[in-house]
């Protein structure tokens, strides 16, 4: 009875896995690539998988596909390259050295960084998604960053 249930188990899981044959990948600049996930007829053990690596999704098959994250505005896993299912790439504030980076922000969106005393000290609008704010000229101390509607404290050292 075991072996029967954890066959089925294992049916399940492989049918779930073989269900997403194709990852769809959205592109900024408004363009769709389609990436199918199962090997061809004539190499059926082929079978190009997905990985990401320092800022990049790399597709690895009979040759490796390697496309930064920066260009990308939502990829997809589906058995159908004209599924409704998405997966959003979500906002990504990074703080690093004398630079803080926006990422996958909407196009449009407004950072402002204001010192302790509430003085706007630096104001950004990202393009395309993504902006960078230099902070080389500040002088150290805790700032304030509104972006849309979050709102992070950091001290620039």
Do not use: W
């Amino acid at each position: 009875m075991r072996r029967i249930i954890l066959l089925l188990m294992l049916l399940i899981a492989y049918g779930g896995l073989q269900a997403q044959n194709a990852m769809v990948l959205k592109m900024k600049d408004g363009t769709k690539n389609v990436v199918y996930l199962r090997g061809p007829e004539s190499s059926p053990t082929m079978v190009p998988f997905v990985t990401f690596e320092g800022g990049d999704i790399v597709i690895h098959g009979d040759h490796e596909l390697r496309l930064p994250m920066s260009t990308v505005q939502r990829y997809t896993y589906t058995d159908s390259p004209d599924a409704i299912s998405t997966v959003e790439l979500k906002p990504v504030v990074l703080f690093k050295g004398n630079e803080i980076t926006l990422s996958n922000h909407p196009a449009g969106t407004v950072a402002m960084v204001y010192n302790v005393s509430g003085i706007l000290v630096k104001r950004a609008t990202s393009t395309g998604g993504d902006a960078t704010i230099s902070l080389a000229e500040l002088p150290k101390g805790v700032y304030v960053i509104t972006i849309g509607s979050s709102t992070y404290k950091f001290m620039k050292r």
